[in-house]
DNA sequence: CTGAAAGCGCTAACAG
DNA sequence: CTGTTAGCGCTTTCAG
């Protein structure tokens, strides 16, 4: 590897002007300018980045935590932040955290000693005191797509309402007896969404009846035999809403094999809005979230806080976005 | 931050010590080791991991190229590389090159300063001398799921085999003209699948129908097109092989809207097996290939590159290996 | 067994 | 305008 030592020697200068013609060349003359950029060419040198994080004490490089890339809702957030980071100059590690609370501390605890600039977490549970500790610890950190509060700068959508709609969208379109896909409840966000179920339900005036919601045992998975089960006991629905598109594909599956056809006996109605979730059959009506652009704020977000606290030495006060849904129906709804 | 220095000052040593006691402590005597355990445990000291790279020339980080993770194929792959890293304490950087060689040069300009271990490159084109520059410079290369040849080290599947069992499996199922839709053909791979349909057609007195091979035009999505002036051009058909599970979505989208009905009225077949291809309706059926495990091979081959080079200061022999594919009959064929 | 010192490649005072 | 110097935090000879 040639270093800017190599490069001095061959422009016949000192270390010092090379490194001030590579960060601007204020205050250096023409002629040595000219000496140390022809070097460079002429060596193909490159600085070594490692170095000058060192010096510097920040890497240009984020974490972005996710519980899973193989959630379906991931893909497109990872890439709204892969996107953004690049063109600010940064560089993402991605940490599969699959939802557990001991590998995310561990994984944080090896990044820390790295100069990670700053965290992006999507993969946040309640009692994340690691989290709240980074941020107190003066890291910019942004959350995303799971928990947050105001303490820490955080990018999502409005649960409540997003469920609200869906409901309400069910219900206009004829739907008495409306089935609700609920996910893990440690999980806040799908507590919002059984919320706004049971509003649209209060405010239309149809009773909320418990054997209705379907509760998520181990996995996605667990909910084809729940909705299966469901059928069987011959507890009447002409609606489902799921609080995730990836549960949406199972219990549609559900539906198909137990003969049920979509969206005549029963309307479908998630949120997320997925990729591959207008190419099923049928095509998936959905309360859809920017999932790129959550991304890709989250990160512009996180630099502004690299930013901040690289100009001031303090974060910035935390700021919460929240980013528009919007109602898009397709075939699986009446 | 506590660095070493406050360590050895609390315990009452050099830095050396320090270094020495976290670094195995050959030669040190008990007494001073306990003195500066017990200074890291109170001063809850963690190393530099970056002053440690920039001494010792390595990060323990690897860089995962892919096209985008938006491909369906990608996240699974990625997870296996993921999980195979963080086994052997090593960190990935995620970067979306999509299709764009520029940008992946770019891309590798700048890892490349930052003593990145090595590279999994999953988006490798033809013409890609850069990838094969960076192995020529002594870097840790594996290349996967896309194009591959005997220099580099790789991770594949045998796609002419795959995509002959796929067509023959449609033909043993009784189609008689079996659709093809062909992707990129700069991607080798998918020349290989072309290949493999065109062998098992020939080896069972099929006649090969130039009508019957779908060429991509711009994206997965330009399949729906095609296919949809194929049906109203008249040219009957009774199968579908799909080169890839994503595309193989557009097709069965372009045949339920033509009122087509799958597997009666066409058998449709597709190579990956990615995750979503067991829920939708129908299940698809499959040539599957193990994703999870080709991301996981190819980061522990990356591994062994990196602990054989520091050992000998060269690369190793390079290997291809290939995985097994495997056929999963579900409701989209007869 | 232990410490002093050099140096990885870079930046940023500090003199001149 | 330019060069010398002192580190960033760590590992590793090299003496002792």
Do not use: W
């Amino acid at each position: 590897m040639v270093s800017m030592k190599e490069v001095a020697r061959l422009a016949n200068v000192s270390v010092s002007t090379v490194s001030r013609v590579l960060s601007g060349s204020v205050g250096v003359s023409e002629k040595r300018k000219a000496r140390v950029t022809d070097a460079v060419r002429r060596l193909d040198y490159h600085p070594n980045e490692l170095a000058k994080s060192l010096k510097m004490g920040h890497t240009h490089t984020i974490a972005l935590m996710v519980p899973s890339i193989q959630n379906l809702i991931f893909p497109a957030i990872v890439r709204g932040v892969e996107d953004a980071a690049r063109k600010a100059g940064y560089t993402v590690i991605l940490c599969n955290t699959d939802e557990d609370i001991e590998e995310e501390k561990r994984y944080i605890a090896r990044l820390r000693t790295r100069f990670i600039d700053g965290f992006i977490v999507a993969s946040m549970l309640p009692d994340s005191d690691h989290i709240r500790q980074l941020h107190k610890d003066g890291f910019p950190v942004v959350l995303t797509s799971r928990l947050y509060d105001e303490t820490m700068d955080a990018v999502g959508i409005d649960n409540e309402g997003a469920a609200y709609e869906a409901t309400g969208y069910l219900v206009k379109t004829g739907c008495k007896r409306i089935v609700f896909a609920m996910g893990r409840p440690e999980i806040p966000l799908y507590k919002d969404r059984f919320e706004g179920y049971k509003r649209a339900l209060k405010e239309t005036d149809l009773p909320y009846d418990e054997r209705l919601v379907l509760h998520e045992r181990n996995g996605t998975g667990s909910f084809y035999r729940l909705l299966m089960d469901l059928i069987r006991s011959g507890v009447q629905f002409d609606g489902v809403f799921s609080s995730s598109d990836p549960k949406a594909y199972v219990l549609l599956r559900a539906l198909h094999d137990a003969g049920l056809s979509i969206p005549q006996d029963v309307s479908v109605i998630s949120i997320d809005n997925v990729d591959t979730s207008s190419q099923i059959e049928p095509p998936l009506s959905v309360i859809s979230q920017p999932l790129y652009e959550i991304g890709e704020l989250a990160a512009r977000k996180l630099i502004r806080q690299i930013d901040y606290k690289s100009r001031t030495g303090t974060l910035p006060p935390p700021q919460v976005d929240m980013l528009k849904t919007k109602l898009i129906v397709r075939k699986s709804t009446r």
